[in-house]
């Protein structure tokens, strides 16, 4: 079993530009998985995580709703923000500077093959994140992410969730808000979930900014723990 995951940070760079990267990337080890079927042979299957920071942007999964965009497209360019519908899981989604997104393309039957479990992980990867800051962080109980206050009238969420899975390989994944103009969730209904809030880490720290680069490297950290695998930077 190849537990390496290959490690990139893409920067800031355009939505539509990374989805169809990890398309490829995904397309990549799915082909060789049913070579590998058809053949016989054992050809090994790579991992990858990408980081990545997004322009304004907002993504409806394949079972979203439209409407749970508030804005219309001339609003969307006076915002300065795209829109995609896209095919991952979950509903509707803001991306923008300021979130670091992870994206992780993983040959799951390296580590397991249990897409419960998968999503558990990467939320755990967060929780021990944020609980590194000195935040108590959580699941809630029905819906998929990281919440502070779950349970509670105060609940926010600051963490989203959303993934594809074909032959046991991932893609899409994680997007934490870390120092997020939360303006930008005003024009949706986050997730479909209505009455419940978003929050940022430099909001919930009381700080004008995060260091994100040392956010990435506590992620990293956890996932690795986790997963019980190996980074190397590419």
Same mark, same amino acid.
């Given at each position: ?40 042979? +054992? @050809? ?5 995580? #990408? ?6 942007? $907002?993504?409806?999964?394949?079972? !979203? =709703?439209?409407? +749970? @965009? ?5 609003? #969307? ?6 829109? $995609?519908?896209?095919?991952?899981? !979950? =509903? ?143």
């Amino acid at each position: 079993m190849n537990k390496t995951i290959q490690l990139q940070d893409l920067g800031l760079q355009d939505y539509k530009t990374t989805w169809e990267y990890q398309e490829e990337i995904f397309k990549g080890i799915v082909d060789l998985k049913i070579q590998n079927r058809r053949e016989g042979t +054992n @050809l090994e299957t790579p991992n990858y995580f #990408l980081f990545v920071e997004h322009p304004h942007v $907002y993504t409806l999964g394949k079972s !979203g =709703d439209l409407e +749970n @965009l508030l804005l219309n497209e001339k609003q #969307l360019e006076a915002k300065g923000a795209t829109f $995609y519908k896209i095919n991952r899981g !979950g =509903d509707i989604t803001y991306h923008g500077p300021g979130q670091i997104v992870g994206y992780p393309i993983l040959d799951l039957e390296h580590f397991f093959t249990d897409i419960h479990k998968y999503l558990r992980f990467l939320e755990e990867s967060i929780i021990l994140t944020l609980q590194e800051y000195g935040l108590e962080c959580g699941r809630s109980e029905g819906e998929t992410g990281v919440w502070l206050g779950a349970g509670t009238p105060f609940a926010r969420k600051i963490c989203a969730l959303g993934v594809r899975a074909s032959r046991w390989v991932t893609m899409h994944g994680l997007a934490l808000n870390v120092n997020v103009d939360l303006g930008y969730f005003d024009n949706i209904i986050p997730c479909g979930i209505r009455g419940k809030a978003v929050t940022s880490l430099n909001v919930e720290l009381g700080v004008e900014k995060v260091d994100e680069a040392e956010v990435k490297a506590k992620i990293v950290k956890h996932f690795t723990q986790l997963f019980e695998a190996e980074f190397v930077a590419k």
